[in-house]
């Protein structure tokens, strides 16, 4: 029986960390009940009895509704629904953690946009830890002292004060 390894396990001092593996029925049969192993699928006959990967994985990087950029968004009131956190996985951005942010915007549009603003990801994470979400807020632009730009989450009661006194 082919088998698909869960957790390492040792047979007649052959041991067994990943992957798939032919073994003899009554063998497979233990180790599928101690948890070791699964039964493998096998890959499926014609290309229509194959899952389609939209399926199978998640969209990286993606929320649901209309895709913002995050300067389109500076200065705008909008309400954090959640965050999900990853790491970037090519180039010079491997490694670095990214959020995907959802987000309603004043006029009640339902969207999204991903940063890698190491303060405000600090900030998102904060706000997950404390289950606050959802928050009202804007976004701000901000310059490191070596010119860098990064984004944070500020009150939106600021703009609003900022804007009565423009009247």
Not at 63 to 84: D, F, H, N, R
Not at 140 to 147: A, I, K, V
Request: hydrophobic share 35%; with cysteine; aromatic share 8%.
């Amino acid at each position: 029986m082919k088998l698909k390894v869960l957790k390492p396990f040792r047979i007649a001092g052959k041991e067994y960390h990943s992957g798939t593996v032919e073994l003899d029925d009554s063998v497979a049969a233990r180790l599928i009940e101690q948890g070791l192993a699964e039964r493998a699928e096998e890959a499926p006959e014609s290309f229509d009895d194959a899952v389609d990967i939209s399926e199978v994985l998640p969209r990286s990087g993606s929320g649901e509704g209309t895709q913002y950029s995050i300067e389109s968004l500076v200065g705008q009131p909008i309400k954090v629904i959640s965050a999900a956190f990853d790491k970037g996985r090519s180039g010079r951005l491997e490694g670095k953690s990214i959020a995907t942010v959802q987000i309603e915007t004043l006029d009640g549009d339902r969207g999204w946009f991903s940063t890698w603003s190491g303060p405000m990801i600090d900030q998102l994470k904060q706000l997950q830890e404390l289950n606050a979400f959802p928050v009202k807020c804007k976004i701000e632009e901000r310059r490191g002292s070596s010119g860098y730009r990064y984004y944070i989450l500020a009150s939106a009661k600021v703009q609003a004060r900022e804007s009565d006194e423009q009247r």
